[in-house]
Nanobody, 121 residues
Framework: QVQLVESGGGLVQPGESLRLSCAAS????????MGWARQAPGKQRELVAT???????NYADSVKGRFTISRDNTKNTVYLQMNSLKPDDTAVYYC???????????????WGQGTQVTVSS
């Protein structure tokens, strides 16, 4: 089993920044993709950003140029630097990873519990 714990959410004003962190722990052999998704009230969960073990990144159009995803493979940790935040970025942010157990090639997707980000003046 793999556990993901997010941190770094909070309340900020429009234009400000936040940095989210998410650490994976448990019985881990390897992690392929790590990423972040978000869900605003009354809306479906949407993918925000992903990063592969090799460092390739993808972003939702709504956050390109403002958010940066990164990871530390030695710590099984993924980060999301969020700049120029807007009220529309208000949501619960969830991290996820595709992980396989030691010596295994089957990857499963694991999710964190989520952290609230509120952008309001």
């Amino acid at each position: 089993q793999v556990q993901l714990v997010e941190s770094g959410g909070g309340l900020v004003q429009p234009g400000e920044s936040l940095r989210l962190s998410c650490a994976a722990s448990g019985t881990i052999g390897s992690i392929n993709v790590m990423g972040w998704a978000r869900q605003a009230p009354g809306k479906q969960r949407e993918l925000v950003a992903t990063i592969t073990s090799g460092g390739n990144t993808n972003y939702a159009d709504s956050v390109k140029g403002r958010f940066t995803i990164s990871r530390d493979n030695t710590k099984n940790t993924v980060y999301l630097q969020m700049n120029s935040l807007k009220p529309d970025d208000t949501a619960v942010y969830y991290c996820f990873c595709d992980a396989a157990g030691p010596g295994r090639s089957y990857y499963q997707t694991y999710w964190g519990q989520g952290t609230q980000v509120t952008v309001s003046s």
